[in-house]
């Protein structure tokens, strides 16, 4: 069915302009090939209604512009089996300038009248305050071979606009807005058939903004989106049913890293997406932000079962620290709330087995300082949590009940110099769920502090039972310490900082024994014990700072000596003792294996093994005469060097090349002298010991002479 424009009276522009219309009802016809038989393949149209406007100023023909307003009943593609792309009431609105960067024509104050037809016309009405306009809306069906199925509303849009930045900045950009609206669409096999697996997509809508300032600064760019979906869930997988309702996600980042984003609440856009379209209004003060939030339901195979709702949040945010200064952090927040989790067998039934979780929910924030890229100094980190339990219980257990309710946990740590968030001063809010949020309102006085509370009963089949009130909380606190009376002349008395641990309890009833939580219980019994210690132990002192250049050698030596980089004093020899100690272990162990020659075999190297076994295997004619230069003068053919003739090795006749004969035996004998020696020492561990032979640093080469110590240095160790 196709769309009727109204048109109602104008007059025409000053200039010349020429307009195209084409017939109503049915266009030329289709577009591909095999038109009229069975074998088409392309694209048809019908109902189309366009309006084509040429326009040129009279005084400058070189300027021009161009308007176009266009509508269809249906565009489709067809002639391949499985693959089926339709799109209705398709609407195209264009209004651009020739010569880029020139302005449009604005026919809001004075439109223009474009005949379609004997009794029909178009009317451009276009707003030239949206600059060089491209929009196209309308409502879409895809099927890609059952892959791939998706039906809904969408439009897309092409305009200038100006825009406010979080630093209050107004830039001219241009905007391209793709959205879509009521979006229902699966992705997976079998799509349309009751068997089909896959993921389901329901009442999904959804309006990205991508702005540039292509003109002025090709380098800013921002991107914002913000999407929503009634429910997405897993089809085809039995006893797996993993579901989202209620989806939301916001995105508002910038392309230069620290820059700034676009101010939304200072200025909102509305993105058209074939419905009623979405309004962007990110508070730009937040910073680059990601958010996604949804309700959750997941049932894998009755083992593991949760519902509830959840938010994760990364975003910009101002602190305030336990020593007053505000910190610029990049914050990531994860919440949850109304929260139920089942983890065990046979959930639903009456034989479940397993731990189930009730009304839980918690507030987590990570947060890291802003520092610039250039900055030399390491970047400070926080954490801070707040969660609760309404009901946390062991079932299906038979003899066996243990419960703890109204659970309550508290965190909040320090940085590396000590310093807490205070969030009384400035409380950071986090989302848990589609409109549902917990504000972090830990106190910085508290310091860096860990607790828990909650309410417990337990009964180990009628022998042991418990059931009270327990906290348990560790924090740093400030104590007084008294003078002691039996010193009157000094005074003790002072402030110093702890770590301290308390756990705590009331109400509690206990039981053991025979027959608990019947008439004929035998045992002891206590009940209304209420009780409260805590521990304190001074915070660990630092270490003294040593000079630059200085460092602690040897563990476990008595007395310690300060040295740079290089080496230092007797080090040398402490090394050597140490390797002629373990080679002297080694000769033993090989001695007491192989016989007294083996010691000579494990100290020596690959280089001594060849020498060695060069000479040992060295035929007799050689080793009989010597000369002075140490050439050896050979009675007869001389033999190959390695050629067997000795008794010792077997008495065999020298090959025609003896270098097959001359490997196998030196492999041999190598392989013999490894087996006493054991294995050799790592390159690594040969290369370090090299160093400290010839006095130099592994990285920083020759070690440089140690600097005289301070004597301040040595009276601080005495």
């Known amino acids: 069915m196709g769309r009727h424009l109204h048109a109602r009276p104008g007059r025409r522009r000053h200039g010349r302009s020429a307009a195209t219309a084409d017939r109503r009802h049915r266009p030329g016809g289709p577009v591909g090939i095999n038109t009229g038989s069975d074998d088409f393949i392309g694209f048809g149209a019908s109902d189309v209604t366009f309006a084509l406007g040429l326009f040129t100023e009279a005084a400058n023909d070189a300027r021009g512009w161009q308007a176009l307003k266009a509508v269809t009943g249906r565009v489709a593609f067809e002639g391949i089996d499985g693959l089926e792309m339709s799109a209705d009431s398709l609407d195209v ?8 960067g020139d302005h449009v024509l604005d026919f809001s104050g004075n439109s223009v009248l474009v005949a379609t037809g004997p009794d029909s016309e178009v009317e451009f009405d276009m707003d030239g305050a949206q600059g060089d306009l491209l929009q196209a809306s309308g409502t879409i069906d895809v099927d890609i071979f059952g892959f791939f199925q998706a039906s809904g509303g969408f439009a ?33 096999t079998g799509g349309g058939n009751e068997d089909r697996v896959g993921l389901d997509l329901h009442g999904v809508e959804f309006g990205p903004a991508l702005a540039t300032t292509d003109r002025a600064d090709p380098a800013r760019s921002w991107t914002s989106l913000s999407a929503t979906a009634a429910g997405i869930e897993v089809a085809g997988i039995e006893g797996l049913t993993p579901a989202a309702s209620n989806l939301g996600v916001s995105v508002n980042s910038a392309s230069l890293q620290g820059g700034p984003v676009v101010d939304y609440a200072a200025q909102s856009v509305v993105v058209p997406t074939g419905g009623t379209g979405i309004t962007l209004n990110m508070d730009g003060q937040r910073g680059e932000l990601l958010e996604a939030r949804g309700t959750i339901e997941v049932d894998a195979f009755g083992f593991f079962r949760v519902v509830g709702s959840f938010a994760v949040t990364k975003s910009t945010e101002q602190v305030t620290l336990d020593d007053g200064t505000e910190v610029e952090v990049g914050a990531l927040t994860i919440g949850a709330d109304g929260v139920d989790a089942f983890v065990g067998m046979n959930h639903g039934t009456p034989d479940a087995v397993g731990i189930e979780l009730e009304d839980v929910g918690f507030a987590l924030a990570l947060l890291r300082e802003n520092l610039p890229a250039s900055s030399p100094t ?22 066996i009940e243990a419960k703890a309710t109204s659970v309550q946990v508290q965190l909040n740590r320090a940085d ?64 007084h310490i008294a003078d002691l009376a039996s010193t009157p002349g000094v005074d003790e008395s002072g402030e110093v900082d702890v770590d301290l641990l308390t756990l705590g309890g009331t109400g509690l009833d206990a039981f053991v024994g025979v027959g608990g939580g019947t008439a004929d219980a035998l045992g002891v019994a206590i009940s209304g014990v209420e009780f409260g210690p805590a521990m304190a132990g001074s915070r660990a002192a630092r270490a003294p700072e040593q000079p630059a250049g200085f460092r602690r050698i040897g563990r476990a030596r008595r007395h310690r000596r300060p040295h740079a980089l290089g080496r ?33 075999h494990a100290v020596a190297g690959p280089r001594r093994q060849r020498r060695r076994h060069a000479a040992r295997h060295r035929p007799r004619e050689a080793r009989r005469v010597r000369l002075p230069a140490g050439r050896r003068r050979l009675r007869g053919r001389k033999p190959h060097p390695h050629a067997h003739a000795g008794r010792r090795h077997g008495s065999h006749r020298r090959p025609r090349d003896g270098r097959p ?52 240095w040595w009276a601080s160790r005495a």
């Open 416 to 479: 590396a110099n000590g310093h807490v968030i205070d969030f009384s001063a400035s409380p950071l809010e986090v989302a848990t769920g589609p409109g549902l949020g917990v504000s972090l309102d830990l106190d910085g006085e508290d310091g860096a502090m860990m607790s828990a509370a909650g309410e417990f009963a337990i009964d180990v089949r009628g022998f042991f039972r418990a059931s009270g009130s327990l906290a348990i909380e560790r924090r740093t606190e400030t104590l």
């Open 378 to 399: 390491v970047a400070r980190q926080w954490s801070a949590l707040q969660a609760g339990a309404g009901r946390a219980e062991l079932v299906g257990v038979t003899g």
């Open 661 to 712: 004969r001359q490997r196998r035996c030196l492999r041999r004998c190598q392989r013999r002298h490894r087996r006493r020696a054991g294995p050799r020492p790592h390159r690594r561990q040969r290369r370090r010991r090299a160093d400290a032979r010839a006095g130099r640093h592994p990285l920083l080469g020759p070690r440089p002479t140690p600097p005289p110590v301070p004597p301040a």
């Open 156 to 188: 897309f849009g092409r305009s200038d606009a100006s825009l406010t930045l979080s630093d209050g900045e107004v830039v001219d950009t241009q905007l391209f807005t793709p959205g879509a609206a009521n979006v229902e669409a699966f992705i997976g």
């Open 93 to 100: 609105v264009i209004n651009r300038a020739t010569t880029p």
């Open 568 to 600: 230092q004093p007797g080090r040398g020899g402490q090394l050597r003792r140490r390797r002629r100690h373990r080679a002297r272990l080694r000769g033993r162990s090989a001695r007491h294996r192989h016989g007294p020659r083996s010691r000579r």
